[in-house]
C-alpha cells in the first residue's frame, strides 16, 4: 500500500500532500509602497478569490464553500478564458522585482509563479483535459458538501441543487473535449464514475427528504437527481463503447519530452529527470549492498541450523520474511500506534532534534467510515480556510478484513516498520512539517506547496531519527528501514522506466517484487499507480536527497557551529517551499550562482 495516498493531479488543481492549515491572514505585515506590499496587494485573498472562481471544485476541497453552489463546464470557452486569466497573473507576476521581497515572499512568488506555468503547460501542452477521461468526474465536491459541517444542512443541500443543475452540460462537454483517450484512463474513468453514481443515489434522497427544504425544492431536486445520474450513465457508455473500439489508443507513457518537461514544474529542484533516475539506480545498488551486510550479520542468530542461500536477493528475501514475523496482534495494533505517537514526540525532544509544540498533542482516531479505504494511516488536517477545525491522525482499523489479509498486513508493518511508518506520517514526518508551517503563515504555499519537500521532510525524517540512535543501532532495525527508504528509491526507477524508458509490466514487477521485497498485491498496485500518474512517485527521493546534501552542506559551512535542531527548525520556517528556494534562502553565499 502507499504510504500516504497522492492522487494523480486532476483538473487545474492539486490539494497536496497531508493538507494544511494556516493562521490568520496577513499575520505578517508589509510595509505600504514595498514590492512585499505590491505582492500581497496583488496576490492575496483577492487574487485568490479570482482563482476560487475558476476552480470551484477544487474551493470546495480546500475548504472555500462561498462557491459552492458552482459547478463549472470544462468545454472550449472555459479554457480560453483560463489561458487569459493565467497569462495576466503571470505578466503581473514577472513584472515584480524579486530580489526586493522578503523571504516569505520570495518564497511565495516562486510557488506561485511555478503553479501557474504549470497550470499554463498543462492546459496548452500536456492536455490532459484531451486525453485522460478521468479528468472528469463530478461526485468528490457533491460528496464533501453532503458530509461536510461547515454549515446547515439545509444551506448545503441548497448548494448542491444549484451544482446538480449543470451536471448534464458537465458531461457534454467532457464528451466533446475527450480525443484519442488512452486505455488505462479510460478504464480508470469507468471505475470511478460508476462510484460517482453512488454520491447521487438513495442516501442523497433520504437526506433530502429528512431536510428542511420547501416541497418544490424537493421535487426540483429529484428531477435534477436523476438527470445527474443520466448524464453520468450516459458518459460510461460512451466511455464503454470508446474503450471496445479504441483501436489508436493513446499510450499512457508520457514519453521523455512531456515528462522532462513536467519533472521540472513538479520538482523545482534544478536538476533534470535523466540525472535523478541515475542517482536513484546508484542509491538502489548501495542500499541492497547495505541490506546483504546486514543479513549476512544476522544470520547466525535467526538461522543458526543453515547456510544462507547463494544468491543476494533470496537471502535478504528470508531475513526479511524472518523478522516479519515479529508483530503486534490484530486487536493490538490501533493502540500501538497510540503508544507510539506520545514515545516518538518524546525521543525527538530528548535528543535535541526538532521542537514539537506541546499544547498541540496529535489525536488519534479510528478513520470515519466514509473516509477509509484511501491510505491505512494518515494525518487529517482542516483546510486553509477553515483553520479552526481539529487536526487528527486517523487510522484504519483492521479487525474488519479476513485473517490471511490481516496477517500480510500486519507482517508489513511489522514491530520494526511501524515506528518508522509513524514517524513518516507523523512525527517528526508530516505532522511535525505542517505545524511549522502554520507558523509562517501563507495560504500561497499551503495551498499549491512544493510535493517534493513535504514528501521528501518524511523519508528525511526517518533517517533523521534512525540516524540519532532509534531502534538501538539494532541490525534488525536498519534492515526493515532499508527495505521501506528502497520502495522511495524504486518508486524513482519506475516511474522514469515506464514513462520514458518503455519499462514492461513483467519486468517492472519483477524489480518491484523481487529486487525491492515487495509483495504481489503492492507491486500491482504500484502498477496501476505509475499508469495513471507521472512524476509524483518520484517526489519522495529526490526531495529526501535534496534534503539531505542540504544538511550536509550546511553542516559543512557551519562546521563545530552546526546543531541539528536548528538546522530542522530553520528549514521547516520557510513553509511548503521548493527545497532549492529554501537552500538560496539558507546558504546566502550561494545567491545568484
Ligand atoms: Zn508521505
Ligand atoms: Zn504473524
Known amino acids: ?61 480546500v475548504g472555500y464553500y462561498q462557491v459552492a453552489g458552482v459547478l463549472l463546464v470544462p468545454d472550449a470557452a472555459f ?3 483560463y489561458q487569459v486569466f493565467l497569462d495576466a497573473a503571470l505578466a503581473q507576476l514577472a513584472g515584480m522585482d524579486v530580489a526586493t521581497l522578503d523571504d516569505r515572499y520570495r518564497t511565495d512568488w516562486a510557488v506561485l509563479d511555478n503553479e501557474l506555468r504549470y497550470e499554463r503547460w498543462q492546459l496548452t501542452t500536456l492536455r490532459e483535459w484531451q486525453w485522460n477521461p478521468a479528468f472528469y468526474n463530478v461526485a468528490e465536491p457533491f460528496a464533501v458538501i453532503a458530509s461536510g459541517s461547515y454549515a446547515p444542512l439545509e444551506e448545503r443541500l441548497r448548494s448542491i441543487l444549484s451544482r446538480l443543475q449543470r451536471v448534464p452540460e458537465y458531461y457534454a462537454a467532457a464528451k466533446q473535449s475527450i480525443q484519442q483517450p488512452t486505455r488505462e484512463h479510460t478504464a480508470l474513468a469507468i471505475a470511478q464514475n460508476q462510484g460517482a453514481l453512488e454520491v447521487f443515489g438513495d442516501d442523497l434522497q433520504r437526506q433530502v427528504d429528512a431536510s428542511g427544504l420547501s416541497a418544490d425544492e424537493k421535487t426540483l431536486f429529484g428531477r435534477r437527481r436523476v438527470a445527474a ?27 521523455a519530452a512531456l515528462y522532462q518537461q513536467k519533472f521540472a514544474f513538479v520538482q523545482q529542484s534544478g536538476e533534470e529527470a535523466p540525472a535523478l533516475y541515475q542517482r536513484a539506480q546508484r542509491e538502489r545498488q548501495e542500499v541492497l549492498a547495505q541490506m546483504e551486510q546486514l543479513t549476512t550479520q544476522l544470520w547466525p542468530r535467526y538461522f543458526a541450523d543453515s547456510a544462507p542461500p ?24 490501533v493502540a500501538s500506534i497510540e503508544r507510539l505517537i506520545p514515545q516518538l514526540t518524546q525521543w525527538v525532544s530528548d535528543h535535541h532534534l526538532i521542537d514539537i509544540d506541546p499544547s498541540k498533542p496529535l489525536k488519534v482516531r479510528l478513520t470515519p467510515t466514509y473516509e477509509r479505504g484511501v491510505a491505512i494511516a494518515g494525518i487529517e488536517a482542516p483546510g486553509p480556510y477553515d483553520p479552526s477545525a481539529p487536526t487528527y491522525f486517523n487510522v484504519d482499523p483492521i479487525d474488519t478484513e479476513s485473517p490471511q489479509q490481516a496477517e500480510s ?97 513483467q519486468d517492472a514487477k519483477t524489480m518491484l517484487v523481487r529486487e525491492a521485497f515487495q509483495s504481489e498485491k503492492e507491486a500491482s498496485n504500484k502498477w496501476l ?38 538546522f530542522h527548525e530553520k528549514f521547516l520556517s520557510y513553509g511548503s517551499a521548493p527545497v532549492a528556494v529554501i537552500a538560496q534562502l539558507m546558504l546566502p553565499a550561494t545567491r545568484g550562482k
Not at 448524464?231 to 483501436?247: E, F, P, R
Not at 519537500?453 to 532509534?470: D, F, N, P, Q, T
Open 229 to 255: 445520474r443520466e448524464a453520468i450513465g450516459d458518459y460510461l457508455k460512451w466511455l464503454q463503447a470508446l474503450d471496445a473500439t479504441n483501436g489508436a489508443a493513446r499510450s499512457f507513457r508520457l514519453g
Open 79 to 81: 479554457r480560453a478564458d
Open 409 to 505: 498486513f500486519l507482517r508489513e508493518y511489522n514491530n520494526w516498520m511501524l515506528p518508522v511508518f509513524i514517524t513518516h506520517e507523523a512525527i517528526p514526518g508530516h505532522y511535525v512539517q505542517l505545524m511549522y508551517a502554520n507558523r509562517s503563515p501563507s495560504r500561497i504555499k499551503s495551498l499549491f506547496g512544493n510535493g517534493a519537500m513535504i514528501e521528501g521532510w518524511a523519508v528525511y525524517s526517518e533517517r533523521m531519527m534512525l540516524e540519532s540512535g532509534y531502534g538501538n543501532n539494532a541490525p534488525e532495525q536498519w534492515l526493515i528501514y532499508w527495505k521501506w527508504y528502497l520502495r522511495s528509491v524504486t518508486n524513482t526507477v519506475l516511474d522514469y522506466g515506464v514513462h520514458v524508458l518503455g519499462l514492461s509490466e
Open 310 to 333: 547463494a544468491d543476494r536477493l533470496d537471502k535478504i528475501g528470508r531475513m526479511i520474511d524472518k523478522l516479519s514475523q515479529n508483530h503486534v496482534a490484530p486487536q493490538d495494533y
Open 529 to 566: 499507480r505509475v499508469q495513471r500518474s507521472s512524476v509524483q512517485l518520484t517526489q519522495y527521493f529526490a526531495g529526501f536527497s535534496a534534503i539531505y546534501r542540504l544538511r550536509e552542506r550546511v553542516r559543512s559551512q557551519q562546521g563545530a557551529a552546526f546543531e541539528l535542531q536548528r
Open 1 to 61: 500500500m502507499n504510504t500516504c495516498f497522492n492522487p494523480p493531479r486532476r483538473r487545474l488543481l492539486q490539494w497536496l500532500g497531508a493538507g494544511a492549515l494556516i493562521g490568520r491572514a496577513g499575520a505578517t505585515l508589509a510595509l505600504p509602497g514595498s514590492t512585499n506590499a505590491q505582492f500581497e496587494q496583488s496576490f492575496g485573498d483577492a487574487f485568490l478569490d479570482q482563482y476560487w472562481q475558476r476552480n470551484t471544485d477544487g474551493a470546495v476541497m
